[in-house]
Protein backbone atom coordinates (compact mmCIF):
# COMPACT_ATOMS: atom_id res chain seq x y z
CA UNK A 1 0.00 0.00 0.00
CA UNK A 2 2.29 2.75 -1.48
CA UNK A 3 0.98 6.58 -0.01
CA UNK A 4 1.72 9.38 -2.33
CA UNK A 5 0.93 12.98 -0.93
CA UNK A 6 1.32 15.72 -3.01
CA UNK A 7 2.00 19.54 -2.87
CA UNK A 8 -0.57 19.16 0.25
CA UNK A 9 -1.56 22.34 1.61
CA UNK A 10 -3.91 23.55 4.61
CA UNK A 11 -4.59 26.82 5.52
CA UNK A 12 -6.35 28.06 9.07
CA UNK A 13 -7.57 31.80 7.95
CA UNK A 14 -3.94 33.00 7.01
CA UNK A 15 -1.68 30.64 8.59
CA UNK A 16 -0.53 27.71 6.79
CA UNK A 17 -0.70 24.39 8.67
CA UNK A 18 0.83 22.63 6.00
CA UNK A 19 2.39 24.17 3.42
CA UNK A 20 2.68 22.38 0.02
CA UNK A 21 4.39 18.99 1.05
CA UNK A 22 4.69 15.88 -1.21
CA UNK A 23 6.67 12.79 -0.14
CA UNK A 24 6.13 9.17 -0.88
CA UNK A 25 5.67 5.85 1.36
CA UNK A 26 6.21 2.46 -0.08
CA UNK A 27 4.63 -0.44 1.20
CA UNK A 28 6.14 -1.41 4.60
CA UNK A 29 7.94 0.91 5.59
CA UNK A 30 7.38 2.62 9.11
CA UNK A 31 8.48 6.49 8.75
CA UNK A 32 8.42 8.62 12.10
CA UNK A 33 7.01 12.37 11.15
CA UNK A 34 9.04 14.39 13.65
CA UNK A 35 8.68 17.91 14.72
CA UNK A 36 8.33 20.32 17.57
CA UNK A 37 4.90 20.92 18.62
CA UNK A 38 2.99 23.02 16.34
CA UNK A 39 4.64 22.05 12.88
CA UNK A 40 2.03 20.25 11.06
CA UNK A 41 2.19 16.70 11.60
CA UNK A 42 -1.59 16.07 13.00
CA UNK A 43 -2.79 17.95 10.55
CA UNK A 44 -1.04 16.42 7.90
CA UNK A 45 -2.31 12.79 9.64
CA UNK A 46 -5.76 14.23 9.55
CA UNK A 47 -5.63 14.97 5.76
CA UNK A 48 -4.20 11.73 5.23
CA UNK A 49 -7.00 9.72 7.09
CA UNK A 50 -9.55 11.77 5.61
CA UNK A 51 -10.67 13.42 8.56
CA UNK A 52 -10.07 16.75 7.25
CA UNK A 53 -9.63 18.02 3.50
CA UNK A 54 -7.16 19.97 2.33
CA UNK A 55 -6.56 23.74 0.97
CA UNK A 56 -4.88 22.03 -2.18
CA UNK A 57 -3.11 19.26 -3.29
CA UNK A 58 -3.93 15.41 -3.24
CA UNK A 59 -3.14 12.32 -1.46
CA UNK A 60 -3.92 8.71 -2.96
CA UNK A 61 -2.95 5.46 -1.54
CA UNK A 62 -2.42 2.96 -3.96
CA UNK A 63 -4.03 5.43 -6.98
CA UNK A 64 -7.08 6.30 -5.21
CA UNK A 65 -7.55 9.78 -4.28
CA UNK A 66 -8.64 11.55 -0.70
CA UNK A 67 -10.94 13.54 -3.05
CA UNK A 68 -12.84 10.89 -5.35
CA UNK A 69 -12.50 7.57 -2.84
CA UNK A 70 -12.31 8.67 0.91
CA UNK A 71 -14.53 5.74 1.84
CA UNK A 72 -12.38 3.17 0.29
CA UNK A 73 -9.29 4.84 1.86
CA UNK A 74 -11.00 5.04 5.49
CA UNK A 75 -10.87 1.08 4.95
CA UNK A 76 -7.68 0.92 4.80
CA UNK A 77 -6.28 2.98 6.93
CA UNK A 78 -6.26 2.26 11.41
CA UNK A 79 -6.38 5.63 12.61
CA UNK A 80 -4.96 6.58 16.43
CA UNK A 81 -6.11 9.94 16.75
CA UNK A 82 -3.75 12.58 18.89
CA UNK A 83 -5.35 12.15 22.85
CA UNK A 84 -6.46 9.24 21.55
CA UNK A 85 -10.52 9.85 22.12
CA UNK A 86 -12.25 6.72 23.65
CA UNK A 87 -15.46 6.45 24.96
CA UNK A 88 -14.68 6.19 28.45
CA UNK A 89 -17.93 4.48 30.36
CA UNK A 90 -17.58 1.52 27.97
CA UNK A 91 -16.33 -2.10 28.43
CA UNK A 92 -13.40 -2.74 26.03
CA UNK A 93 -14.87 -5.39 24.73
CA UNK A 94 -18.03 -3.39 23.97
CA UNK A 95 -15.98 -0.92 22.26
CA UNK A 96 -14.17 -3.08 20.51
CA UNK A 97 -17.51 -4.24 18.88
CA UNK A 98 -19.04 -0.83 18.39
CA UNK A 99 -15.96 -0.21 16.37
CA UNK A 100 -15.59 -2.97 14.23
CA UNK A 101 -19.05 -2.39 13.09
CA UNK A 102 -18.51 1.54 12.77
CA UNK A 103 -16.10 -0.13 10.29
CA UNK A 104 -17.66 -2.59 8.42
CA UNK A 105 -16.56 -5.17 9.41
CA UNK A 106 -19.07 -8.15 8.43
CA UNK A 107 -21.06 -9.44 11.46
CA UNK A 108 -20.02 -13.29 11.69
CA UNK A 109 -15.89 -11.56 11.46
CA UNK A 110 -16.54 -9.18 14.67
CA UNK A 111 -15.69 -11.96 17.69
CA UNK A 112 -12.84 -13.05 16.20
CA UNK A 113 -11.14 -9.81 15.25
CA UNK A 114 -12.09 -8.53 18.20
CA UNK A 115 -10.14 -11.81 20.35
CA UNK A 116 -7.62 -10.78 17.57
CA UNK A 117 -6.78 -7.73 19.30
CA UNK A 118 -6.90 -8.50 22.61
CA UNK A 119 -4.53 -10.79 22.06
CA UNK A 120 -2.33 -9.14 19.83
CA UNK A 121 -2.81 -5.90 22.05
CA UNK A 122 -2.38 -7.82 25.62
CA UNK A 123 -5.46 -6.45 27.41
CA UNK A 124 -6.42 -10.39 28.07
CA UNK A 125 -6.20 -9.56 31.87
CA UNK A 126 -7.95 -6.42 31.52
CA UNK A 127 -10.89 -7.24 29.06
CA UNK A 128 -13.59 -7.08 31.35
CA UNK A 129 -13.23 -3.71 32.91
CA UNK A 130 -14.86 -0.37 31.20
CA UNK A 131 -12.13 1.34 29.62
CA UNK A 132 -12.04 4.49 32.55
CA UNK A 133 -10.80 1.87 34.81
CA UNK A 134 -7.39 1.41 32.84
CA UNK A 135 -4.51 2.98 33.08
CA UNK A 136 -3.03 4.92 30.55
CA UNK A 137 -0.87 2.54 28.82
CA UNK A 138 -3.80 0.07 28.71
CA UNK A 139 -6.31 2.99 27.19
CA UNK A 140 -3.18 3.51 24.56
CA UNK A 141 -3.22 -0.50 23.93
CA UNK A 142 -7.28 0.33 23.40
CA UNK A 143 -6.65 2.58 21.22
CA UNK A 144 -4.14 0.64 18.75
CA UNK A 145 -6.78 -2.22 18.74
CA UNK A 146 -9.54 0.19 17.64
CA UNK A 147 -7.08 1.45 14.83
CA UNK A 148 -6.55 -2.44 13.47
CA UNK A 149 -9.90 -4.01 14.31
CA UNK A 150 -10.74 -3.62 10.41
CA UNK A 151 -7.16 -5.05 9.38
CA UNK A 152 -6.23 -2.13 7.66
CA UNK A 153 -2.80 -2.26 5.68
CA UNK A 154 -1.70 1.26 7.01
CA UNK A 155 -1.54 2.54 10.38
CA UNK A 156 -1.31 6.06 11.20
CA UNK A 157 -0.63 7.07 14.92
CA UNK A 158 -0.55 10.36 16.35
CA UNK A 159 1.87 10.51 18.80
CA UNK A 160 0.77 7.02 20.06
CA UNK A 161 2.99 7.59 23.59
CA UNK A 162 2.68 10.53 24.69
CA UNK A 163 1.63 10.64 28.54
CA UNK A 164 2.91 7.21 29.04
CA UNK A 165 5.15 6.44 31.75
CA UNK A 166 8.69 4.37 30.68
CA UNK A 167 7.85 1.46 31.28
CA UNK A 168 4.97 1.67 29.03
CA UNK A 169 6.49 3.35 26.30
CA UNK A 170 8.61 0.58 25.94
CA UNK A 171 5.76 -1.88 25.78
CA UNK A 172 4.01 0.64 22.95
CA UNK A 173 6.94 1.11 21.03
CA UNK A 174 7.60 -2.51 21.12
CA UNK A 175 3.67 -3.52 19.72
CA UNK A 176 4.75 -1.15 17.06
CA UNK A 177 7.85 -2.30 16.03
CA UNK A 178 5.99 -5.96 15.90
CA UNK A 179 2.96 -4.33 13.60
CA UNK A 180 5.30 -2.73 11.28
CA UNK A 181 6.63 -5.94 10.31
CA UNK A 182 3.51 -6.79 8.15
CA UNK A 183 1.90 -3.04 7.92
CA UNK A 184 2.92 0.23 6.81
CA UNK A 185 2.74 2.80 9.55
CA UNK A 186 3.45 6.44 9.58
CA UNK A 187 3.70 8.03 13.81
CA UNK A 188 4.51 11.24 14.58
CA UNK A 189 6.41 12.43 18.04
CA UNK A 190 8.13 15.54 19.00
CA UNK A 191 10.49 13.09 20.63
CA UNK A 192 13.57 12.22 18.99
CA UNK A 193 14.70 9.13 20.58
CA UNK A 194 11.23 7.58 19.95
CA UNK A 195 10.85 7.87 16.18
CA UNK A 196 15.11 6.96 16.14
CA UNK A 197 13.76 3.41 18.33
CA UNK A 198 11.00 2.76 16.06
CA UNK A 199 11.13 4.20 12.80
CA UNK A 200 12.93 3.38 9.24
CA UNK A 201 12.67 6.69 7.96
CA UNK A 202 12.35 10.26 9.38
CA UNK A 203 10.48 13.42 7.86
CA UNK A 204 11.23 15.79 9.99
CA UNK A 205 8.39 18.47 9.72
CA UNK A 206 8.95 22.26 10.77
CA UNK A 207 6.27 25.01 10.22
CA UNK A 208 4.21 22.99 7.51
CA UNK A 209 7.10 22.09 5.55
CA UNK A 210 9.78 18.87 5.25
CA UNK A 211 12.80 19.94 6.06
CA UNK A 212 14.31 16.86 6.30
CA UNK A 213 14.01 13.24 5.14
CA UNK A 214 16.16 9.76 5.42
CA UNK A 215 17.21 7.06 7.97
CA UNK A 216 18.70 8.42 11.11
CA UNK A 217 22.34 7.25 9.64
CA UNK A 218 21.84 9.58 6.76
CA UNK A 219 20.51 12.67 8.60
CA UNK A 220 23.19 12.45 11.21
CA UNK A 221 25.92 12.08 8.26
CA UNK A 222 24.29 14.93 5.82
CA UNK A 223 24.81 17.05 8.96
CA UNK A 224 28.32 15.47 9.95
CA UNK A 225 30.22 17.26 7.43
CA UNK A 226 33.16 18.33 9.65
CA UNK A 227 35.54 16.26 11.93
CA UNK A 228 35.12 16.68 15.76
CA UNK A 229 37.56 15.42 18.24
CA UNK A 230 38.00 15.43 21.90
CA UNK A 231 41.26 15.00 22.98
CA UNK A 232 43.35 14.72 26.56
CA UNK A 233 46.93 15.76 26.49
CA UNK A 234 48.91 15.96 29.76
CA UNK A 235 51.59 18.77 29.31
CA UNK A 236 50.63 22.52 29.68
CA UNK A 237 47.02 23.27 28.61
CA UNK A 238 48.35 26.93 27.44
CA UNK A 239 51.03 25.33 24.84
CA UNK A 240 49.11 22.79 23.92
CA UNK A 241 45.99 25.04 23.68
CA UNK A 242 48.22 27.29 20.97
CA UNK A 243 49.81 24.45 19.03
CA UNK A 244 47.03 22.68 18.26
CA UNK A 245 45.44 26.22 17.06
CA UNK A 246 47.93 26.07 15.06
CA UNK A 247 47.87 23.05 12.84
CA UNK A 248 46.96 23.52 9.17
CA UNK A 249 44.19 20.99 9.56
CA UNK A 250 42.40 23.13 12.61
CA UNK A 251 39.55 25.34 12.65
CA UNK A 252 38.61 25.55 15.94
CA UNK A 253 39.92 24.47 19.35
CA UNK A 254 38.53 25.07 22.77
CA UNK A 255 38.95 24.27 26.17
CA UNK A 256 36.30 21.74 27.79
CA UNK A 257 34.86 23.54 30.87
CA UNK A 258 36.32 22.11 34.57
CA UNK A 259 38.02 19.42 32.79
CA UNK A 260 42.19 20.41 33.10
CA UNK A 261 43.83 19.00 29.61
CA UNK A 262 40.50 18.04 27.44
CA UNK A 263 39.98 20.00 24.42
CA UNK A 264 37.47 19.59 21.27
CA UNK A 265 38.86 19.93 18.57
CA UNK A 266 37.00 20.50 14.71
CA UNK A 267 38.64 20.18 12.10
CA UNK A 268 38.39 22.17 8.69
CA UNK A 269 36.28 20.89 5.87
CA UNK A 270 36.84 17.31 4.39
CA UNK A 271 40.25 16.81 6.87
CA UNK A 272 41.31 15.28 9.90
CA UNK A 273 43.73 16.43 12.70
CA UNK A 274 44.43 13.14 14.08
CA UNK A 275 47.77 12.26 12.82
CA UNK A 276 48.41 15.83 13.33
CA UNK A 277 47.81 16.12 16.70
CA UNK A 278 49.42 12.39 17.18
CA UNK A 279 52.37 14.18 15.84
CA UNK A 280 52.47 17.19 17.35
CA UNK A 281 52.59 15.42 20.94
CA UNK A 282 55.53 13.52 19.92
CA UNK A 283 57.43 16.13 18.72
CA UNK A 284 56.60 18.04 22.37
CA UNK A 285 56.73 14.83 24.03
CA UNK A 286 53.33 15.41 25.61
CA UNK A 287 51.37 12.23 26.76
CA UNK A 288 48.29 12.02 24.35
CA UNK A 289 45.72 10.12 27.07
CA UNK A 290 42.67 10.11 24.78
CA UNK A 291 41.72 11.31 21.25
CA UNK A 292 38.08 10.25 20.10
CA UNK A 293 35.66 11.01 17.03
CA UNK A 294 32.55 12.54 18.62
CA UNK A 295 29.56 11.39 16.49
CA UNK A 296 27.16 14.42 15.81
CA UNK A 297 23.94 13.82 17.62
CA UNK A 298 21.06 13.27 16.11
CA UNK A 299 19.27 16.02 18.76
CA UNK A 300 21.84 18.57 17.50
CA UNK A 301 20.24 18.12 13.55
CA UNK A 302 17.26 18.40 14.81
CA UNK A 303 17.72 21.42 16.75
CA UNK A 304 19.70 22.87 13.89
CA UNK A 305 16.72 22.30 11.22
CA UNK A 306 13.92 23.27 13.77
CA UNK A 307 14.94 26.48 14.84
P1 LIG B 1 1.50 19.30 15.41
O1 LIG B 1 0.61 18.11 15.39
O2 LIG B 1 2.76 19.14 14.65
O3 LIG B 1 1.75 19.78 16.81
P2 LIG B 1 -0.78 20.66 14.24
O4 LIG B 1 -0.98 20.02 12.91
O5 LIG B 1 -1.69 20.24 15.32
O6 LIG B 1 0.74 20.51 14.67
O7 LIG B 1 -0.91 22.24 14.09
C1 LIG B 1 -0.21 22.97 13.09
C2 LIG B 1 -0.58 24.44 13.22
O8 LIG B 1 -1.96 24.65 12.87
C3 LIG B 1 -0.44 25.00 14.63
O9 LIG B 1 0.07 26.31 14.54
C4 LIG B 1 -1.85 25.01 15.16
O10 LIG B 1 -2.04 26.03 16.10
C5 LIG B 1 -2.66 25.26 13.93
N1 LIG B 1 -4.00 24.61 14.02
C6 LIG B 1 -4.24 23.29 14.19
N2 LIG B 1 -5.57 23.03 14.20
C7 LIG B 1 -6.18 24.24 14.04
C8 LIG B 1 -7.55 24.66 13.95
N3 LIG B 1 -8.55 23.77 14.03
N4 LIG B 1 -7.80 25.97 13.77
C9 LIG B 1 -6.77 26.87 13.68
N5 LIG B 1 -5.48 26.55 13.73
C10 LIG B 1 -5.17 25.26 13.92
MG1 LIG C 1 -0.07 17.00 16.94
Given at each position: MSIVVENLTKKYGEQK???DISFEIKTGEVVGFL?????GKSTTMKIITCFMAPTSGDVRLDNESIHTHPEEIKKKIGYLP?????????PIVEYLRFTAEVQGVPKNLIPGRISDMIDRCGLDRE?????????KGYRQRVGLAQAMIHDPEVLVLD???????PNQIVEIRKLIKDLGKEKTVILSSHILSEVEATCDRILIINRGRIVADGTSDTLRSQAQGQELLKINIEAAPDAVEAAVRG?????KISAVDGKEGWFNVQSKP????RKEIFDLCVKNKWYLMEMTGLETRLEDVFQKLTK
Open positions: AVNGPNGAENNPLYLDMKHKNINELSEPTTGLDLATVEDSSS
